[in-house]
């Protein structure tokens, strides 16, 4: 079983930076694919970003496209969410999530694609 653990949430005014870590546990951190997703208070949670096994291909929400990056440290059980410019409509609950992949390429955009899911952590951008 893994787990997620999401921090580096917080309040930040528009169009500051905040970077989100997500630490995994109780696997093997290498064969997964992980990604970040949001919701926001009275919407469905929506696909941020992906990133691959190796950390060599990652996908963003056309959303967040030139402002956030998605990067992970294989060596560190850690994959990361750097915001930059951020907008109100940033703010949302940010979760973490890890699905097993048997092929080097493969990155995943779909909620019911992903098998393990942190708890969450909020990011408020006031304006």
């Known amino acids: 079983q893994v787990q997620l653990v999401e921090s580096g949430g917080g309040l930040v005014q528009t169009g500051g930076s905040l970077t989100l870590s997500c630490a995994a546990s109780g696997g093997t951190f290498t064969t997964y694919v992980m990604g970040w997703f949001r919701q926001a208070p009275g919407k469905e949670r929506e696909f941020v970003g992906t990133i691959n096994k190796d950390g060599d291909t990652t996908r963003v929400a056309d959303s967040v496209k030139g402002r956030f990056t998605i990067s992970r440290r294989n060596a560190r059980n850690s994959v990361y969410l750097t915001m930059n410019s951020l907008k109100p409509e940033d703010t949302a609950v940010y979760y973490c999530?890890?699905?097993?992949?048997?092929?080097?390429?493969?990155?995943?955009?779909?909620?019911?694609?992903?098998?393990?899911w942190g708890q969450g952590t909020q990011v408020t951008v006031s304006s």
């Open positions: 999530a890890a699905s097993p992949s048997y092929v080097r390429s493969y990155y995943y955009m779909k909620e019911n694609e992903y098998r393990y």
